[in-house]
C-alpha cells in the first residue's frame, strides 16, 4: 500500500509540472534539521527565551526519540525496498539514516507544531502552524523519501512530545530548583541511546552481486547527532539558568545584533568547527561532539558572551 501510495504521486509529480513540487520542496527545506535549528536560536536569543527553551527541549527529546526508532526499526528507504520509487531531485541527499520515523516530519512538528501548542499565540496563527505541520510531513511523502507511515508516526510521536515537553515546562516553572533532576534524567537516556545504537546489531542484506545494501552503522549516524544535541541542551540550558541568565527583554536594535552576530557564529560553528572535530575524531564520538557543540554555542556560549557585551557597554 505505501509503495503504492508513492508510485501514484510519482506520476502526477512528473506529470504536473514542477510549481507544486517546487513549493513542496520549500515546505520540506522548513523541516531541515539546520532549519528548524536556527529558527529556534533566533526564538531564544531575540523574540522570547522561554518559549525558544521550551522548543528546543522539545526538539532535543524528539531527536533521541527519532533516533532510537530509526535504529530499533531499521526500515530501508523507499527507494531501496522498492526501485521503481524515483525520488524528486536531490532530495535523497537531505534523507539521511533509516527511513522510520521522518525526522523532517517531528523537526515540523516541534517547532511548528510545538508552537501552535501555546494558547498564548493567535488562534489564526496556531491554524497555519498547524498546516505547515501537515505540509512538511506531505511533501516527505510527495518527494518521494518517505512513506506515509513513516511521516504518520512523525508527526504523531512529535506531537506527543512537544505536548509533554509543555507540561514539563509549566511543571517546572513551579519547581524550578528541579531542573538539575530534568537535566540528569535527560543526559541518562541520552547516554543509553547512544549505547544502544552503538552495541545493537544491524540488518545486513546484499544486493546480487554480493554488495551490503544498507550499511547499518553509517544509518545510526542520526542518531548520535541527536544524542549530541540532546545532551548539549541539557548541560547548556542548567548552565545558562545558574550562571548566566540572559534577557529577551531588550531593544529591537540589540534583538537584530544578536540575530546577526548569533547566526554569523552559528554558522562558523557548523561549518568549520564541527566539520574540523569530525575530520579528527571520525566516527561515532566526533558526530556527537560535532552537535553537542552546535547545540552549546546556541543554548550556553552565545548568550554568555551577549551579556557580558551588553554589560560592558551599558556600563561605558
Same mark, same amino acid.
Given at each position: ?51 525558544g527553551a521550551y522548543l528546543m527541549m522539545g ?71 498547524? !498546516?505547515?505541520?501537515a505540509l512538511i510531513a506531505f511533501s516527505r511523502? *510527495?518527494? /518521494? #523519501? ?5 511521516? +504518520? &508516526? =512523525? ?57 551490503? !545494501? ?9 542518531? *548520535?547527532? /541527536? #544524542? ?5 541542551? +541539557? &548541560? =547548556? ?71 557580558? #557585551? ?6 561605558s
Amino acid at each position: 500500500m505505501d509503495m503504492d501510495i508513492l508510485l501514484f504521486l510519482q506520476e502526477f509529480r512528473n506529470g504536473a509540472g514542477g510549481i507544486l513540487t517546487d513549493f513542496l520542496s520549500k515546505m520540506t527545506f522548513l523541516g531541515e534539521l539546520n532549519s528548524v535549528l536556527v529558527m529556534m536560536a533566533v526564538i531564544y536569543w531575540c523574540i522570547s527565551k522561554e518559549a525558544g527553551a521550551y522548543l528546543m527541549m522539545g526538539w532535543s527529546g524528539n531527536r533521541l526519540v527519532n533516533g532510537a526508532l530509526k535504529v530499533t526499526v531499521c526500515a530501508y528507504r523507499p527507494w531501496i525496498r522498492d526501485a521503481r520509487i524515483l525520488p524528486y531531485g536531490n532530495s535523497i541527499s537531505t534523507a539521511t539514516g533509516y527511513s522510520f520515523p521522518s525526522g523532517h516530519t517531528m523537526n515540523g512538528a516541534t517547532v511548528f507544531g510545538g508552537s501552535a501548542m501555546r494558547k498564548e499565540l493567535p488562534k489564526k496563527l496556531r491554524v497555519v502552524l498547524g !498546516i505547515i505541520v501537515a505540509l512538511i510531513a506531505f511533501s516527505r511523502i *510527495f518527494l /518521494g #523519501v518517505h512513506t506515509p507511515q513513516d511521516v +504518520l &508516526v =512523525g508527526a504523531g510521536a512529535g506531537l506527543l512530545v512537544m505536548y509533554l515537553t509543555l507540561r514539563l515546562t509549566r511543571w517546572l516553572a513551579v519547581h524550578p530548583e528541579k531542573d538539575w533532576l530534568v537535566a540528569c534524567v535527560g543526559i541518562g537516556l541520552g547516554i543509553a541511546v547512544a549505547l544502544y545504537a552503538a552495541l545493537k546489531a544491524y540488518p545486513a542484506d546484499y544486493d546480487a552481486e554480493g554488495k551490503l !545494501i544498507v550499511d547499518g552503522a553509517k544509518m545510526a549516524n542520526d542518531t *548520535f547527532k /541527536g #544524542v549530541g544535541y540532546c545532551v548539549a541542551f +541539557l &548541560v =547548556g540550558w542548567m548552565m545558562e539558568r545558574r550562571f548566566v541568565g540572559f534577557s529577551t527583554e531588550i531593544s529591537l536594535k540589540q534583538k537584530l545584533t544578536r540575530a546577526v552576530i548569533g547566526l554569523f557564529g552559528y554558522y562558523v560553528v557548523s561549518l568549520i568547527l564541527s566539520s574540523l572535530i569530525k575530520t579528527w575524531m571520525p566516527g561515532p564520538a566526533g558526530t556527537t561532539l560535532s552537535c553537542f557543540v552546535q547545540m552549546f554555542y546556541v543554548v550556553f556560549l552565545f548568550p554568555w558572551g551577549s551579556k557580558l #557585551v551588553e554589560q560592558r557597554d551599558k556600563a561605558s
